[in-house]
C-alpha cells in the first residue's frame, strides 16, 4: 500500500495549521507564557481555526458549529412514541457540533452558534489550546452525556450509529512519573461503566495536534469493547491527529445506519388536544 502523497499531504496540512496558531502568539504575545496575551481570545482562536479546517475538507452537507443539543421528549419518525415517556434535557455547551444540516433542520441559530436536535448530529469535539491532567475526565463526561442525548432507534427497531466523540489540542502538559498516553487511558477508563455504556458512548479520540494520539479501534464482531492505542506523531507523521478526526467524523456520516435518516423530533403538541372544526375534503388525483 502506497499513500505516501496523502500522509505528505495531511502532514503539511498540519503543520500548517499549527503555523497559523504560531503567527498568532507572535502578533499577540504574551510575555509570561507560551500564549497570545488574552487567554479568552487564546482559545477561542485555536476553536475558529480547527473549525475552519474541518469547513474546508467535509462535505458541504454538514456544519462545523457551535452551541447545544437539545432532545426533546417528543414524537419521531411517523409514529415513534419510544421518548414521550421521558423529559426534556440538553448537553452543556459544546465547542465543535459536526451537524447534517441538509437533511436536519435546527432550533435556534445565531451565526455559528446553534441549538439542534439529536438526530443530526455526526461529531461533538472538545477543542483546547493544551491539555492538562484536571482536562480530561471533565471533558469526557461531558462529552458521553452529549452522545448519550443523540442515541435513538428508528421506527423499525434500529439503533443508529451515535456521533463521533474527541478531544483535540495544540500541546499537552506532559506527565513525568507515568506516560501522558497510560495517564489519559486510565482517565478515560474511570468514566465509563460496562453496565450502562455503549461502544459508540465511549470517546473515539484524544489528540495532542503536535504530539501524540489516542484513539479507538474500530469495534470487534464479537465484542462490544472499547480498545485504545496510542500513536506518537514522529517527524513526518503530523498528519495522524487531523486524519484520525477526519477519518472518525466520515465514518459516522457514511456509517449505513444513518443512510436510514428518520424525521427529528422538532415540534409537540399538546395530547388529547381535538380539533375545533371539521372543514371538510378536497379530491386529488394521486399523492405524488
Not at 5 to 22: C, F, G, H, P
Not at 29 to 42: F, L, N, S, T
Not at 158 to 170: D, K, L, N, Q, T
Amino acid at each position: 500500500m502506497d499513500g505516501k502523497r496523502i500522509q505528505a499531504y495531511w502532514a503539511n496540512e498540519t503543520k500548517a495549521l499549527l503555523t497559523v496558531y504560531q503567527q498568532f502568539q507572535t502578533l499577540l504575545p504574551d510575555p509570561h507564557q507560551d500564549a497570545a496575551i488574552h487567554k479568552g481570545e487564546d482559545g477561542r482562536y485555536i476553536e475558529s481555526l480547527i473549525k475552519e479546517y474541518l469547513k474546508k475538507f467535509l462535505p458541504k452537507d454538514l456544519d462545523v458549529l457551535t452551541g447545544f443539543i437539545l432532545r426533546p421528549a417528543v414524537k419521531t419518525g411517523s409514529n415513534n412514541r419510544s421518548r414521550t415517556s421521558e423529559s426534556d434535557e440538553n448537553s452543556s455547551q459544546l465547542d465543535i457540533i459536526v451537524y447534517d444540516s441538509c437533511h436536519y433542520p435546527v432550533f435556534q441559530r445565531f451565526g455559528d452558534n446553534v441549538i439542534v436536535p439529536p438526530e443530526g448530529v455526526i461529531a461533538i469535539i472538545s477543542v483546547k489550546k493544551k491539555f492538562h491532567e484536571g482536562d480530561f475526565k471533565k471533558e469526557i463526561l461531558a462529552l458521553k452525556k452529549a452522545s448519550k442525548l443523540c442515541r435513538y432507534t428508528t421506527e423499525g427497531g434500529e439503533s443508529i450509529r451515535g456521533p463521533y466523540i474527541a478531544m483535540v489540542a495544540m500541546h499537552s502538559v506532559e506527565k513525568k512519573r507515568v506516560s501522558t498516553q497510560q495517564f489519559v487511558f486510565e482517565q478515560i477508563k474511570s468514566v465509563y461503566d460496562k453496565t450502562a455504556d455503549t461502544f459508540d458512548d465511549a470517546i473515539g479520540l484524544i489528540s495532542n495536534l503536535e504530539g501524540w494520539s489516542i484513539f479507538k479501534r474500530r469495534p470487534s464482531e464479537t465484542s462490544p469493547n472499547a480498545k485504545y492505542i496510542s500513536m506518537i506523531h514522529k517527524k513526518g507523521e503530523e498528519h495522524f491527529g487531523l486524519q484520525f478526526l477526519l477519518t472518525g467524523i466520515l465514518s459516522v456520516y457514511y456509517d449505513p445506519s444513518r443512510n436510514v435518516r428518520e424525521r427529528p423530533g422538532f415540534t409537540a403538541f399538546p395530547s388529547g388536544r381535538k380539533h375545533d372544526v371539521e372543514l371538510g375534503e378536497i379530491e386529488l388525483n394521486r399523492l405524488r
